[in-house]
């Protein structure tokens, strides 16, 4: 059974800091998707990951993957309040079916 | 282009009552999925459809039911409605599996007491 584990789940940060958002997974994949959710909305796509190495990058947020190490990473650059939200990796397991983590709460503090 | 629409956006129903939770995309995607997000979790997929005519179960199908005639609509049915079937429910599409990430509804919040 896939487990897609992210940590933190809750992060509370300062404007203007920088940081990182884990997402494990436990079995082969190599689609990886990040999505971002505001209060009572619905998912948003953020990045789509497709292969060992790829990273993309929009406004302060990057992403990674390394398939061999079963790992994504969510890097945020400078912080700001509008970052503020829940983010979610999920992971493509097979026919057609992702796997979402946990989600990780993002606070920004002014 | 609408999107992914969903209704109700919200709905109470007593433990015995059934429902059909409304789906529809405009965007000619093949690949449709409903999804259940409880408070403080992530998504966990229900069922999932690659076409007209074909579903098949996700992780979570127990107490629901869904049929696909149109590439457009894919409802999803609770069947003697149950507390532990609480949750917010989110429709999505997709063009075709391999790169295409997915394109979710705005949800529907449901109660069943």
């Known amino acids: 059974e896939l487990k897609v584990e992210q940590n933190p789940l809750f992060l509370s940060m300062q404007e203007g800091k920088n940081y990182t958002i884990y997402c494990n997974y436990s079995t082969t994949s190599d689609r990886l998707y990040w999505y971002r959710q505001d209060p009572g909305k619905s998912l948003e796509s953020l990045f789509v990951l497709l292969s060992n190495g790829a990273v993309k990058q929009e406004g302060r947020l990057m992403a990674s993957l390394d398939t061999k190490a079963r790992l994504s990473t969510l890097h945020i650059t400078a912080a700001v309040h509008d970052l503020s939200a829940t983010y979610f990796c999920?992971?493509?397991?097979?026919?057609?079916?992702?796997?979402f983590g946990e989600g990780t709460q993002l606070t920004v503090n002014p | 282009n609408a999107g992914v629409t969903q209704t109700p956006k919200f709905r109470i129903l007593k433990i015995g009552q059934s429902m059909t939770l409304q789906c529809a995309q405009d965007?000619?995607?093949?690949?449709m999925y409903w999804y259940r997000q409880d408070p403080g979790m992530g998504l966990k997929l229900i069922y999932y459809?690659?076409?007209?005519?074909?579903?098949d179960k996700g992780e979570v199908p127990n107490g629901y039911n869904v049929s696909r005639s149109t590439t457009e609509d894919f409802p999803l049915r609770l069947e003697l409605a149950a507390p532990s079937q609480t949750s917010v429910y989110f429709c999505?599409?997709?063009?075709?599996?391999?790169?295409?990430?997915?394109?979710f509804g705005p949800g529907t919040r449901l109660t069943v007491t």
């Open positions: 999505a599409s997709s063009y075709y599996r391999e790169s295409e990430e997915q394109y």
């Open positions: 965007m000619n995607h093949n690949y």
């Open positions: 459809s690659v076409g007209a005519g074909i579903t």
């Open positions: 999920a992971v493509d397991k097979s026919g057609s079916r992702l796997t």
